[in-house]
């Protein structure tokens, strides 16, 4: 007998990949970067190099995320140069 699994398509299968990767570089009690609010100061985790970066939120720089931040397929989102990958609860 033989059993096949169902793993969807090549495209879910390595999105899927990415963002469990992802999560699991996150530091604990972090979350991911869908709960950001850009108008509340905030600590922010820089995956590519492995940083925890403080957000100093307020309109300004809300307008700014908003602007330039560009969501990733894994999750993450790009900024300034750096990839975050996620924040702490609001």
């Known amino acids: 007998m033989r059993v096949v699994f169902n793993l969807g398509t090549p495209n879910q299968r390595t999105r899927t990949a ?49 602007e330039q931040a560009a969501t990733q397929s894994d999750g993450s989102v790009r900024f300034d140069g750096l990839t975050i990958g996620g924040c702490p609860p609001p």
């Open 18 to 66: 990415l963002v469990l990767a992802m999560t699991e570089k996150l530091p604990v009690g972090f979350r991911p970067m869908s709960t950001f609010n850009p108008e509340e100061p905030a600590l922010l985790f820089d995956a590519v190099h492995d940083k925890t970066l403080p957000w100093p939120g307020g309109k300004e720089d809300a307008a700014l995320w908003r």
